[in-house]
């Protein structure tokens, strides 16, 4: 059996360390390669097995070499920083890599739904995104979340030298089971909210519009790609049609408003004696704190993601809630 070498960056994090621990169960930890930026980060990693790399995704030379060593790169660290240059180092290294040693490796790149993200108030959207509409991905603005980052990995997939893929993920939630953080970004904030004010909050009207996925289901999905690259290479060249964005899949299963959902929040909190106040009242636009949205931000989940064996397993997000915060 071929041993593929995998490189993880944001393996500290939330997504990219439950998808370390989902791999670990399948791949020897000698094949598998983390990059930490602190040094203190080194003792998460110490027991795991696998190679330890120290430095900053800014480094755009010693991303370059890394990649130019590995099969397959899961970046779930760079998109979040907006560093074009920095994900031009990974497609550089790999490119390199395929022109070296005649295979085609594998770049998982994550991205966010945030990308099309539109609205406020808490006002419902109506604009249904998928991520077939390849012409829309292609004339978003530059301005838009991660898109930078999004064109540099979209024209590499065109090329077809690599296979390079993009996973846009809306809301996540779940525990993580990493070695570093173990938590998502909105709905902690939420919480966080709730417990400093004694009631729980949400933006506007709260019939904003998320999609969702739970962590183990996006970790299945990212490795499934990652699998699909490395074993069917013939395969994985979009269309010329599709300007690349073909290799674009929309990780959600299900969407949520948001006002419900806090609301449920609310009164979990309130059981549990964390806040003063049940349920949950409507704040203006700007009042919450960061990752509390008023926009909508949800595509149609993919059949891309489908025809490649996914078959999400996991809890809804009320369900979730309600198993990660039971009565004290």
């Known amino acids: 059996m071929v041993e593929f070498k995998i490189l993880i960056l944001g393996a500290a994090g939330y997504i990219g360390g439950t998808v370390l621990t989902n791999l670990l169960k399948n791949h020897k930890p000698s094949t598998i390669s983390v990059l930490i930026r602190k040094p203190e980060q080194r003792q998460l990693f110490a027991n795991l097995g696998v190679n330890i790399h120290e430095g900053d995704v800014s480094d755009v030379p010693m991303l ?17 920083g907006s560093d074009e240059a920095s994900v031009q180092a990974l497609v550089d290294g790999l490119e390199e890599r395929a022109a070296k040693t005649g295979t085609k490796p594998v770049l998982v790149h994550t991205g966010g739904s945030g990308s099309v993200m539109y609205g406020s108030g808490g006002e ?44 846009i993920s809306p809301t996540v939630y779940g525990p993580g089971t990493g070695p570093g953080n173990k938590h998502s970004l ?23 519009i998320w999609g969702n996925v739970h ?41 949520h408003t948001w ?34 949205f008023g926009g909508n931000s949800f595509l149609t989940p993919s059949a891309k ?24």
């Open 305 to 328: 993601a489908k025809a490649l064996g996914f078959k999400p397993s996991q809890p809804d997000i009320i369900s979730a809630m309600k198993i990660a915060l039971p009565r004290k």
């Open 64 to 80: 370059k070499a890394l990649a130019q060593e590995h099969d397959i790169v899961l970046n779930f660290a760079v998109a979040f």
């Open 215 to 255: 962590i183990e289901d996006l970790s299945q999905l990212t490795i499934l790609v990652a699998a699909h690259g490395v074993t069917h290479p013939d395969q994985t060249a979009p269309s010329a049609n599709s300007k690349g964005w073909e290799n674009l899949i929309y990780t959600g299963t299900g969407q």
């Open 124 to 167: 419902a959207g109506t604009d249904v995104w998928t991520d077939e509409q390849y012409d829309r991905w292609s004339s978003l603005p530059d301005s838009a979340y991660f898109y930078g980052g999004y064109k540099i990995v979209m024209a590499a997939a065109l090329r077809g030298t690599i296979s390079a893929y993009i996973l």
């Open 186 to 208: 909105q709905l902690p904030a939420y919480v966080r909210y709730a417990k400093e004010h004694g009631q729980a909050a949400y933006i506007g009207k709260g019939e904003n």
């Open 259 to 292: 006002g419900p959902v806090i609301k449920t929040l609310g009164d979990l909190l309130y059981a549990r004696g964390d806040t003063s106040k049940p349920s949950a009242i409507e704040i203006g636009e700007g009042e919450g704190i960061m990752y509390m």
